[in-house]
């Protein structure tokens, strides 16, 4: 057989990818019996990589105490707010690789594997960049991941102040489904919202304080509010709204009155001076 001949019989076979003409000639030049030569190689489809994101906040919503230097434990910051303030990036999506198709002797194509394919979801307040790969906050608050979808909020909601969230501070409005405990700590610049009781614990809003079920100090609580104080009873208390207490006597620029009230009364309550109780 000729090398004309040879390749002849390849064409009728089909096989038109990947010849490899060197070894072929090479073979024809110099014969060499009962030894393994490859005429034809096909192409190796090359793999893509699936898409993937990167979230730029802490997305592990387990509470975990930070460990002391003297190995004890610390239930009171738990830091599992994460604070975003307006232009921070929140996540970053690198797209999937589809990958390359391959080619068999023959001429057909191989397909690579299937990649996963992912986009940015998002709720309001956030920004889509151009490109469609980056997502940025528009406004002070704090982020979460629900699901696949990431949300930004200025009011942060919990059930309850306690150990399983440590002491909360928050730049914006704190809304507190139930109980805050006993010598924990809410902080906020905006209002705080508290629909159980406060048992020995120290509330800072810069805004207005509500206590739908009362507070009960335990002779160390402490309500500090820019605005007004609201709570259907205040007990062993110190209690300061608009910047002024009675430890704290020098005039105010705004003077905004305490008030405890039950949700009986009818009528609007009486303003009272910030006092110990």
């Known amino acids: 057989m000729t090398l004309r001949e040879f390749i002849g019989d390849l064409e009728y076979k089909k096989i038109r990818c990947g010849l490899q003409v060197d070894a072929i000639t090479g073979y024809f ?3 060499r019996y009962c030894t393994d030569i490859t005429i034809a190689l096909g192409i190796e489809p090359v793999h893509g ?37 307006a232009g921070d990036e929140l996540a970053t999506l690198t797209p999937a690789d589809p990958g390359q198709y391959g080619m068999t002797v023959l001429g057909e194509k191989v397909k690579p594997r299937n990649v996963k394919v992912k986009q940015l979801k998002f709720g309001h307040d956030i920004k ?54 006993t010598n924990f700590e809410v902080k ?34 402490e309500l500090i509010a820019g605005g007004n104080i609201i709570s259907k009873f205040l007990e062993n208390t110190k209690v300061e709204a608009g910047g002024r207490s009675r430890e704290n006597p020098s005039p105010p620029r705004r003077w905004a009155p305490i008030w405890a009230r039950t949700p009986l009364s009818r009528s609007a309550p009486t303003p009272r001076r910030s006092r110990n109780t």
């Open 49 to 85: 990589t699936d898409a993937s994101i990167e979230y730029h906040f802490n997305t592990d919503k387990n509470a975990k105490p930070t460990l002391l230097e003297d190995g004890s434990v610390d239930f009171f910051h738990l830091n599992v707010v994460n604070d975003c303030k």
């Open 128 to 181: 889509l960049s151009e490109d469609k790969l980056h997502i940025y906050s528009e406004v002070n608050g704090h982020v979460e991941l629900a699901g696949e979808q990431v949300f930004v909020s200025n009011v942060l909601e919990v059930e309850n102040v306690d150990t399983a969230t440590g002491n909360v501070e928050y730049n914006g409005s704190v809304k507190v489904n139930g109980n805050v405990a």
């Open 29 to 31: 030049k110099n014969r």
């Open 188 to 221: 906020a610049t905006g209002d705080i919202e508290i629909k159980g009781v406060v048992e020995g614990a120290r509330i800072e809003a810069g805004g207005n304080i509500v206590i739908v079920r009362g507070n009960n100090g335990m002779g160390k609580a």
